[in-house]
């Protein structure tokens, strides 16, 4: 390659430019992305741990006076909300 003398490295600058361009001449661009599907999850979801749950619908009951020898009796309605197995071990009377 032939440089004119009296101009020195003038000629030389642009072409070094124009030869720093080519590569991002044929880049391609993504000027608006797509967005990311995360509809997709690897992740496996933690398991509910399975527990008993005790409701009981009166927690105490007040009965009326008794003579000496009658007996009172009451039902409490107690029930497991939850998904394991309710166990009830001890039961007092207050």
């Keep these: ?3 004119i003398k009296t101009k020195g490295y003038m000629i030389l600058y642009p072409f070094m ?3 720093c361009t080519i590569p991002f001449l044929f880049a391609q661009t993504n ?3 797509e967005p990311m599907d995360t509809s997709v999850t690897t ?3 933690t398991p ?3 527990v008993p749950k005790i409701a009981i619908d009166q927690v105490s009951f ?3 006076p008794l003579m000496e020898g009658s007996y009172l009796t009451h039902d409490f309605k107690i ?3 939850g998904g ?3 166990e009830i071990s001890k039961v007092k009377t207050g």
């Design 1 to 3: 390659m032939t440089f």
């Design 43 to 45: 992740a496996k979801p």
């Design 84 to 86: 394991g197995v309710l």
């Design 62 to 64: 007040q009965g009326e």
């Design 17 to 19: 430019i124009f030869l």
């Design 48 to 50: 509910v741990p399975v």
């Design 79 to 81: 029930t497991n909300e």
């Design 31 to 33: 000027v608006s992305p």
